[in-house]
């Protein structure tokens, strides 16, 4: 197993796609601090005025905040953690059975799963090394511009969120590893991995609300509150939506619930004088959102490995 | 060549049979053995079940009945073991095309356990074995066909293995280039020892190295013999330069009526 692990990640990185993959991650690395530290600098003046106190956990901001034209890095990683994983998996079975390695390779004394667990941890080091990378990259330029170093509480929270990109970002290599395991064509798999994406990513929402503004009659509040819940709950089959949930808990404390919130709810909450959550209740709140997000990764993962184990493998 | 007879059996299989969807049978009820230090030929035409017989002894491909043995392992049951002893060149053997001839076989090496320290020493004196002795720093993707073909022996090689199976080996390779591959493919068995499975459709050339050869139809065995038996099992007359391609249209014709 080691040497099949070994080899996958040295073909990762030898690889031009890799390349591609660091120059992707370290654009919306640069990109997304110049859009936060632009937001962080107009929220200070804007608000006090109005008599709303600076938002604590500065450092945070650097992962959450917008200039209002470009994504902060949380919601980069929402919509391009797909392609990451796309990248890094969407030809690992169906190139090499083309190629006729796979073949060869079957013939060497291994167990059959090492092969696709070799390049499931391959490329789920690229993903951690990725991730790593950025919000290292975040955290020590946003450091140096805006000299405010993060508190325990802020690491152990961009720690949480590196977990939750990780995961979300193995969920779509493992997505992409299961295509190149039932397609024949890279190509096939790479645009499936597209289509689902894109499902998830954008078409989701589109879809909920046309279910539920078929289910749930508009006229009504407790209509509208059904809606808006069915579409809630139904949008969190998509990783995108739980994971961008979740990582907006994490890194912005002042998010009290996920839920629906009611008027009156919110005045209650937004009264409150603390106004954050500690780490251990925003961890509760989004605990089933990461639990989701696992089971999806190791769901896509553990149909590819059920089915390349039965598969029959020919020469090219 | 007669003392081979009292030799042990290496390759068994025993009412050996795949099916491929209910319908399809690619091999039907196969008893072969082949013993040790023999060059056995599996003759038939495309479509015959060889490849099929091939991957089933080599436990890649599971039996619908019957059972395959190499040595004293279980096909299908221990293929890891199997795999260990025995050596297989796929038809169309595909290469890491980005990878030099040497990282290829040094990553074949490494999934066989063979040691790092004694790995570079034995790839060279491969390489020069199947003659290609400077191409191993080109990357693959550089190699005709022959080449790559060479680059497979010395692949099947690298683990030094007790028996070889060889899949279609000289399929598109000009006659000096068979000529040169069947050279080395003559010396794993009479310098090494080696006991070969050699499937073809070219008859001339396997009737030049092979102790034995069964010719399959169908899925069938329908001869299985020395070349010698099988001419005069089918009455062809003994010496012609032809006599294996006469032995077979024989049993064709034999099986179309
Ligand atoms: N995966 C498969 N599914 C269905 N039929 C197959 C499969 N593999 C091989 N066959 C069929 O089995 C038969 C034997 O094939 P094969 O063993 O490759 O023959 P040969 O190697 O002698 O040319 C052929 O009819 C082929 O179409
Ligand atoms: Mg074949």
New interface residues.
């Given amino acids: 197993m080691y040497a099949l692990y070994r080899k996958e990640l040295a073909d990762h990185v030898d690889s031009v796609r890799f390349l591609i993959i660091l120059i992707i991650a370290f654009l919306l690395a640069g990109v997304s601090l110049y859009s936060a530290l632009g937001g962080i600098a107009t929220a200070g003046q804007g608000d006090a005025s109005q008599g709303i106190a600076p938002t604590p956990f500065t450092f945070l901001q650097l992962f959450v905040q917008s200039n209002g034209t470009i994504p902060s890095l949380a919601s980069f990683i929402a919509l391009v953690g797909p392609i990451i994983g796309l990248l890094l998996g969407f030809d690992a079975i169906n190139s090499e059975k083309n190629a006729g390695t796979l073949n060869r390779l079957l013939a060497q004394p291994i167990y059959r799963d090492a092969v696709i667990n070799g390049k499931f941890l391959a490329g789920l080091t690229v993903v951690v090394i990725i991730v790593a990378g950025m919000v290292l990259i975040v955290s020590g330029v946003g450091l140096f511009r805006t000299g405010i170093p993060p508190t325990g509480e802020e690491v152990m929270r961009l720690l949480v969120f590196a977990v939750f990109s990780i995961v979300y970002i193995a969920f779509w290599l493992g997505l992409s590893i299961l295509l190149s395991v039932v397609t024949r064509s890279a190509a096939t798999s790479a645009l499936l991995v597209v289509a689902v994406w894109l499902l998830f990513a954008f078409f989701i929402s589109l879809i909920s609300s046309g279910i539920a503004g078929a289910l749930y009659s508009p006229d009504t509040v407790t209509g509208l509150e059904g809606a808006a819940t069915f579409q809630q709950s139904f949008d969190r089959i998509s990783p995108t939506i739980l994971y961008s949930e979740s990582v907006g808990t994490i890194l912005d404390p002042t998010v009290r619930t996920l839920g629906i919130t009611s008027v009156a709810q919110y005045d209650q909450l937004s009264a409150g004088v603390a106004g954050v959550l500690p780490m251990s209740q925003s961890l509760l709140l989004v605990w089933p959102h990461l639990v989701g997000m696992i089971a999806l990764m190791l769901g896509a993962f553990a149909i590819s490995y059920i089915v390349f184990m039965k598969q029959e493998i020919r020469g090219a | 060549m007669g003392g081979k007879k009292d030799r042990e059996i290496l390759i068994r299989t025993d009412g050996l049979t795949k099916v491929y969807g209910n319908t399809i049978v690619a091999v039907s009820k196969l008893n072969l053995e082949v013993r040790k230090g023999e060059i056995f030929g599996l003759l038939g035409p495309n479509g015959a079940g060889k490849?099929t017989t091939i991957?089933m002894l080599?436990g890649?491909?599971e039996p619908t009945a019957g059972k395959a043995f190499i040595g004293e392992y279980d096909c299908t049951r221990n293929p890891?073991?199997v795999?260990?002893m025995t050596?297989?060149l796929?038809?169309?053997?595909?290469?890491?095309?980005?990878m030099s001839g040497k990282e290829n076989l040094r990553?074949?090496g490494?999934?066989?356990n063979i040691p790092e320290k004694e790995l570079g020493e034995k790839i060279d004196s491969l390489l020069e074995r199947v003659g290609i002795p400077d191409a191993g720093d080109q990357k693959v993707r550089t190699y005709s066909l022959g080449m790559k073909q060479r680059l497979?022996i010395a692949?099947v090689l690298i683990?030094d293995p007790h028996i070889i199976i060889l899949?279609e080996p000289t399929v598109g390779i000009d006659p000096e280039g068979v000529r040169q591959l069947i050279e080395i493919i003559l010396k794993l068995s009479h310098e090494d020892g080696r006991t070969l499975l050699i499937s073809s459709h070219q008859l001339y050339q396997m009737q030049q190295i092979c102790d034995r050869v069964g010719i399959f139809f169908q899925g069938k065995l329908v001869a299985c013999g020395s070349i010698e038996e099988l001419a005069s099992e089918s009455g062809v007359e003994q010496g012609r330069t032809d006599i294996l391609d006469e032995i077979y249209h024989r049993y064709f014709e034999r099986r179309e009526q």
Avoid: C, H, S
């Fill in positions: 490849t991957r080599l890649m491909t890891i073991d795999k260990r050596g297989y796929p038809d169309n053997v595909g290469f890491y095309g980005d990553f074949t490494r999934l066989n497979g692949d683990k899949d």
